[in-house]
Nanobody, 116 residues
Framework: QVQVVESGGGLVQPGGSLRLSCVAS????????MGWYRQAVGKQRELIAE????????DYVDPVKGRFTISRGSANNIVTLQIHSLKPEDTARYYC?????????WGQGTQVTVSS
């Protein structure tokens, strides 16, 4: 069973920064696609950043462009999401999704709350 675990969330003031991590129990390779999603209370889960591992292609939704950066971590089973200039509307639970050829894995999420 493949597991994905997110961490790094917390309570931060507007304008602050956070670094979210996604650790998979299986290595991530060129055959993988992964994404960071978020879900605010009362709203649907939305894709905010995606990373095609093999090509290195990264894409972001407009509300986070220029503030969020998805990157490979220090090991081949880690993906990070660096977040700057946080806004109250960024408050949500953030989820990591990693797709291997044989499995689509989700983590339990990490809560990000932006408030003064």
């Amino acid at each position: 069973q493949v597991q994905v675990v997110e961490s790094g969330g917390g309570l931060v003031q507007p304008g602050g920064s956070l670094r979210l991590s996604c650790v998979a129990s299986r290595s991530i390779s060129s055959s993988n696609h992964m994404g960071w999603y978020r879900q605010a209370v009362g709203k649907q889960r939305e894709l905010i950043a995606e990373f095609i591992w093999g090509s290195g292609m990264k894409d972001y939704v407009d509300p986070v462009k220029g503030r969020f950066t998805i990157s490979r971590g220090s090991a081949n089973n880690i993906v990070t999401l660096q977040i700057h200039s946080l806004k109250p509307e960024d408050t949500a639970r953030y989820y990591c999704n990693v797709i291997w050829p044989d499995i689509n894995a989700w983590g339990q999420g990490t809560q990000v709350t932006v408030s003064s």
